[in-house]
């Protein structure tokens, strides 16, 4: 199952939103394993950078790379190769990387909840033969799995952050808990929150950059921005480029991919 939402009217931006002189941020909305789509917003990235002329370049990606599209093992590969060409890249953990990472113990009733939320997927992409997995217990797979996966992929996602921040904007995997310091925001919140934060409109002192939660299109409020389209079903991924006192955003589609300023 997953979760989507309709997009509210955006409401009035709180002025003075920006970010440090000489920077430029990407933020690349939830992956969830659309490989194809990660490649192809990460060539919209760089035209998009080169047009831009030069700048310090930090790529975020706003987590739950893993899950419901086929191409997991793929999509955590491409991002390790990423900071090679933008050593800025960080990661923020979403939820789906916390039970993925948390089926890896060899706990099969991890495993079996890790599976129900998408991370069969998951899954697919590192098992490589389907015939064999469909036939596995859960014990199995609980079993054989951590040792399909490489310690380099565990290790990269095991270095996520929860919480960036960057001039005036903050960014999230789900959202904050609104009333509670950044500083003291839950992990669960973090990662997992949805209505108590998408439905507040208050003030959170920064602008809240987050994934997690799917719309239509960019979710643009006066306190936050939701930059998850559901690219696994979707067929969209964006993300949201800032610099200074500008935002915009790039989509990369199916077998179409195009900028919108």
């Known amino acids: 199952m997953f979760w989507k939402r309709k997009s509210k009217p955006a409401q009035p931006a709180r002025s003075g939103f920006s970010i440090p002189e000489g920077q430029r941020v990407y933020a690349i909305g939830d992956i969830h394993g659309r490989d194809d789509l990660f490649a192809g917003i990460l060539d919209l990235i760089r035209a998009d950078n080169a047009a831009r002329g030069a700048a310090q370049v930090t790529i975020i990606l706003l987590g739950d790379l893993v899950d419901r599209g086929p191409q997991s093992a793929e999509v955590v590969e491409r991002a390790m190769r990423l900071r090679k060409e933008f050593p800025d890249t960080r990661l923020l953990i979403g939820n789906h ?18 599976m129900r939320i998408g991370g069969d997927a998951t899954v697919a992409s590192y098992w490589g033969d389907e015939e064999s997995l469909a036939e596995a217990s859960f014990e199995e797979v609980a079993e054989r799995l951590p040792r399909l996966v490489p310690h380099a992929h565990v290790a990269f996602l095991g270095t996520g952050e929860d919480v960036i921040e960057i001039g005036d904007y903050a960014f999230v995997h789900a959202g904050i808990r609104p009333g509670i310091p950044l500083e003291k925001q839950s992990l669960s919140d973090l990662r997992w929150i949805r209505d108590d934060f998408l439905d507040n409109l208050a003030d959170h002192g920064k602008m809240i950059v987050h994934g997690h939660s799917i719309t239509a299109e960019p979710d643009e409020q006066g306190n936050r921005i939701g930059v998850d389209l559901g690219a696994f079903r979707s067929g969209t991924l964006a993300a949201l480029g800032l610099e200074s006192d500008q935002r915009w955003f790039l989509f990369a589609r199916e077998n179409l991919a195009r900028a919108a300023a």
């Open 97 to 114: 990387e916390e039970c993925f990472l948390a089926a890896l113990t060899g706990d099969a009733r991890r495993l079996r909840y890790f």
